[in-house]
């Protein structure tokens, strides 16, 4: 076997084994994708409800909420972003990050300090890389996420918008995340979480006079209830964020993973004609050896005759 030959055959055993392992990782990322599925969609109805019931109780009663009222003049503001403790998943963190950016933008622009909080590893690295602060950080759970962490990263932002933005309070919290629309196609958004979007509270005001208020009765108070639903409010809306974004990781890894096995079918069939084109020249080299040398054989028997 020739030097050449003896390459390509290497590199074809090489990819071939970077196919399965590609094509394994594709399998479990399509069967950790339904598992998601199936999370975000339990997940969902609730905080939405949630959501509907703290608007409602906002709009229904004339209490001044830290996590309900709108400041004047907004100087500080929060942002989440998640991201993945782990790679191989395209453009999905990446993505994320780039949103991020564009919104910490548009809030600097608006003359507004931003705190950046940030959930997997890809975004603490690529803030550590940069050199930006970063108020705090939780890795480790990205790939299946639990109510107890939604509620550990939900706690230090809760307290960051009750104080003061003298003592290092914020005024906004914005959560950048990837939402799963299909298995082809996750798209990041932000989105503000507190306090409650205007959009949100025209929509439950609309709601509330037609039905929702005369059903209810706040006891002991609407601040009190308010107290006891806010802090459930911002931890399943971020609960089912971590939840859209695990599943989009998992899309995205699969379809990461499908284009790499797809890659190295193609790789290996163009190694492969490679290498019987290498092995039909090294044919041919040697039929020509031996008929060369069977000629110059047979001219010398013939000189010596």
């Known amino acids: 076997m020739g030097a050449k030959l003896r390459v390509y055959k290497r590199r074809i055993r090489s990819v071939t084994a970077t196919k399965k392992i590609t094509k394994a990782m594709e399998m479990i990322a399509a069967s950790r ?26 709009t229904g009663s004339n209490t001044q909420h ?17 991201t993945s403790d782990r790679g191989l998943a395209g453009g999905y963190s990446s993505n994320a990050i780039k949103a991020a950016e564009r919104l910490t933008e548009r809030l600097k622009a608006e003359g507004k300090e931003v705190d950046t909080f940030i959930v997997g590893r890809k975004g603490v690295s690529y803030y550590a890389f940069r050199e930006r602060t970063v108020a705090d950080s939780w890795t480790g759970f990205t790939d299946s996420p639990t109510y107890a962490d939604a509620k550990a990263v939900a706690g230090p ?19 950048v995340f990837t939402e799963f629309v299909s298995m082809m196609t996750q798209s990041p958004v932000d989105d503000r979480l507190l ?37 459930r409010y911002v931890e399943s809306r ?15 890894t699969r379809r990461a993973m499908k284009s790499a096995t797809d890659n190295a079918e193609e790789l290996i069939k163009s190694l492969s004609r490679l290498a019987n084109a290498a092995r039909q020249a ?19 028997t013939a000189g010596s005759d």
């Open 33 to 58: 994708i339904v598992k998601a599925q199936r999370q975000v969609a339990a997940s969902t109805p609730y905080a939405s409800e949630l959501t509907r019931a703290v608007t409602a109780v906002a």
């Open 66 to 82: 830290a996590l309900t009222t709108e400041v004047d003049k907004p100087a500080r503001a929060a942002v989440l972003l998640i």
């Open 157 to 175: 932002l809760i307290e960051a918008v009750l104080k003061d933005t003298a003592e290092g309070g914020v005024d906004e919290l914005h959560i």
């Open 195 to 231: 306090p409650l979007s205007l959009k949100a509270t025209a929509e439950a005001e609309e709601t509330a006079q037609g039905e929702i208020l005369p059903l209810f009765d706040f006891e002991p108070s609407a601040e009190d209830v308010l107290d006891a639903l806010l802090p």
């Open 238 to 252: 971020i609960y089912n964020a971590l939840l859209q974004a695990a599943a989009s990781k998992h899309a995205a």
């Open 282 to 300: 090294e044919i041919t080299q040697e039929i020509s050896e031996i008929v060369g040398g069977a000629s110059a054989l047979a001219d010398a």
